[in-house]
């Protein structure tokens, strides 16, 4: 018997392949006629924007609380404001071949800080997957490795660093303050409003 084509499946899967893919080149492109901070003040406002329509329509708009809420400040200060920010403002000053290299070694991260903190139970398979997963990157964007040596690109580099680091923070500490599933549009719709102001 022959399994059906899950089409939405593809469709998933073609539109991250392009829209997520894509994000650097996108980024770099803005940041060479628009202030990084603004271009990522007008990214938070549109997607805010999107959720808040989408929130409306399903009639599942409204206040989560003042816990909640500290939790989502606390993780768009780390995922939105410092990871997504930072990495604006590096490529602002280097290319996007090198800012998908950094920024590839995040799963790496987040896999091996979830083990130390005991969140999630070694496995090899999954070493093996995102280590993989990583080399995959390196492998695409190896003509940029030398990059990494360039003086004139520490800044920039240091700014990844920092962005990173608050994504692999915020990942983690998501993973061990998981709020209920259905509440995920109402969650980012507060991060991107708050980061959207802040930024």
């Avoid at 995922?79 to 996007?96: D, F, L, R, W």
């Amino acid at each position: 018997m022959k399994s059906k084509i899950d089409l939405k499946l593809i469709l998933a899967l073609t539109g991250v392949a392009l829209i997520w893919g894509t994000t650097y080149l996108g980024i770099r492109v803005a940041v060479e006629s628009i202030p990084a901070w603004y271009v990522t003040a007008i990214r938070q406002t549109i997607a805010s924007l999107i959720i808040l329509i989408i929130l409306i329509k399903q009639k599942e708009l409204k206040w989560i609380g003042w816990a909640s809420f500290k939790r989502q400040i606390l993780l768009s200060i780390l995922m939105v404001v410092i990871a997504n920010g930072m990495t604006t403002v590096a490529e602002k000053t280097i290319p996007s071949g090198l800012t998908s290299l950094i920024n590839a070694t995040s799963p790496l991260l987040v896999f091996l800080g979830c083990v130390f903190l005991g969140i999630q139970k070694p496995s090899l398979k999954g070493f093996i997957g995102v280590f993989v997963g990583f080399l995959g990157i390196v492998f695409i964007f190896r003509d940029g490795i030398s990059d990494l040596l360039e003086p004139g690109y520490r800044n920039g580099i240091l700014s990844l660093v920092i962005a990173v680091s608050g994504w692999t923070i915020g990942t983690i500490y998501s993973k061990k303050h998981s709020g209920k599933p259905q509440y995920i549009f109402l969650n980012l719709f507060y991060q991107f409003v708050f980061s959207a102001i802040v930024q």
